[in-house]
């Protein structure tokens, strides 16, 4: 349901952007007696005039195809519209006219029921994952009818930006807002999809010690996400039940002739983190057989977290000789302190992006990895199901 309100007595609406592409199979009839002619390749057309309705226009008067008339266009553009095949002489020294097809006619005013624009399906091209994502084609639609080229576009519950992806198509300014970080990132991936640098501000992600404090305290799941995504990580995990259980997020890095290396996280924004959850998280390390691990904290790691941490000794990558397990405070990140990871940038993107994967046959190291479940209430699962998200799929699997 589309709800249509204005706010100011100028508001705007062009509702001769409102036009639905005539159904071939059912013209109406009114059109249809027009459009008679075919060309053999089965689009109809049919022929108008090209004189000008006003007599006296010097300037658009001349001969075309051996006929002087005061035409409607300049002579070039008579012309382009000759060698495009749109101009029909039925004879020498008749006079010419203009093909006009069917095809190429604005259509039909849209009605209050919109039925030519489809939901997403699972398999649509434009699909980023995000449980509730509108296409793009709505958006445009939308955006066109309620604003002009130039004008400002607000979307305060913006997900995946379809309509920030909209408005930057139509020439239209935008703002985008959304509580979820994992959306503001998926919106900043499709804007990288545009052919020229799309220039954006970013405002309400940490920035700092404080910032991050008030996410931590406020929505841990949040948190967590921002977290994740600072340190790098590439395929966000399900947290709170299966067989992952205690990991937040992974990395993958090239282990030159070992295959793939792994790097787990775990984010603790609490208060409460000690030892013991180092030590839970080194069990986890150890179950999931993963090569490292990046314990997240927001405050400083006590003397006897880092002890822990040390114990868990070094691995043997094709990277160098690397700690099993690091530490990373929020509070050190912010003074610019880093874990010593192996590169991760060499990982493809076509290796989260099944589709891609397939036609260029790149090995995924683990197709069975769950993904994070949504944060925040959206989108209508079946009940019993839980959706994931993956920076290029969303998955349906049971509870
Ligand atoms: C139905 S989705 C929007 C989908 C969007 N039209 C698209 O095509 O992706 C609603 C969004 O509102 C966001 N949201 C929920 N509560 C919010 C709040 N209080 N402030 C800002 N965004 C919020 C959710 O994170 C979710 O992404």
């Not at 508001?11 to 639905?20: A, E």
């Not at 003074?335 to 589709?355: A, Q």
Request: proline letters at 8%; aromatic letters at 10%.
């Amino acid at each position: 349901m589309i709800l249509c309100y204005e706010a100011a007595a100028n508001r705007k609406w062009n509702s001769r952007s409102l036009f639905t592409p005539y159904d071939p199979l059912n013209v109406p009839k009114s059109v249809a007696q027009k459009y008679t002619l075919d060309d053999g390749d089965g689009r109809l057309y049919q022929l108008t005039s090209l004189i000008n309705p006003s007599p006296n226009r010097p300037n658009l008067t001349y001969e075309f195809m051996g006929v002087t008339r005061v035409w409607r266009w300049t002579r070039e553009r008579m012309e382009t519209a000759r060698q495009s095949g749109l101009v029909h002489q039925t004879a020498p020294g008749r006079v010419p006219r203009l093909k006009r097809y069917l095809t190429e006619q604005r259509g039909m005013p849209l009605g209050d029921v919109w039925s030519d624009i489809p939901p997403l399906n699972s398999q649509a091209r434009e699909r980023l994952g995000y449980p509730t994502q509108k296409p793009v084609r709505l958006l445009d639609r939308l955006i066109r009818a309620a604003t002009d080229e130039g004008d400002t576009v607000l979307d305060p519950f913006c997900g995946c930006g379809t309509t920030v992806a909209a408005a930057q198509y139509a020439g239209r300014k935008w703002i985008g807002i959304d509580v979820a970080y994992h959306a503001i990132k998926v919106i900043e991936e499709r804007l990288l999809g545009f052919p020229n640098p799309v220039n954006y501000s970013l405002g309400g992600i940490p920035h700092d010690f404080a910032s991050a404090a008030r996410l931590a305290e406020k929505d841990k799941y949040q948190f967590q996400w921002w977290a994740n995504y600072l340190v790098g990580v590439q395929a966000l995990k399900e947290v709170r039940r299966g067989p992952d259980r205690g990991i937040d997020g992974q990395m993958y890095f090239m282990n030159g002739p070992r295959g793939w290396g792994r790097i787990l996280t775990s984010v603790k924004g609490g208060q409460h983190v000690g030892a013991k959850d180092v030590r839970e998280f080194k069990a986890v390390i150890d179950r999931e057989q993963a090569e490292m691990g990046l314990f997240i904290c927001l405050n400083d790691a006590t003397r006897e977290m880092n002890s822990e941490a040390a114990s868990f000794g070094f691995v043997e990558t094709a990277h160098g000789h690397l700690p099993r397990l690091q530490i990373v405070t929020i509070d050190n990140w912010f003074r610019g302190k880093r874990p010593t990871l192996p590169s991760l940038g060499h990982v493809s993107r076509e290796f989260f992006e099944p589709e891609k994967q397939q036609r260029h046959r790149v090995k995924r190291p683990d197709p069975n990895a769950p993904e994070f479940t949504f944060s925040f209430p959206g989108g209508k699962p079946d009940e019993g199901t839980v959706v994931h998200f993956n920076p290029s799929v969303a998955k349906r699997e049971p509870a």
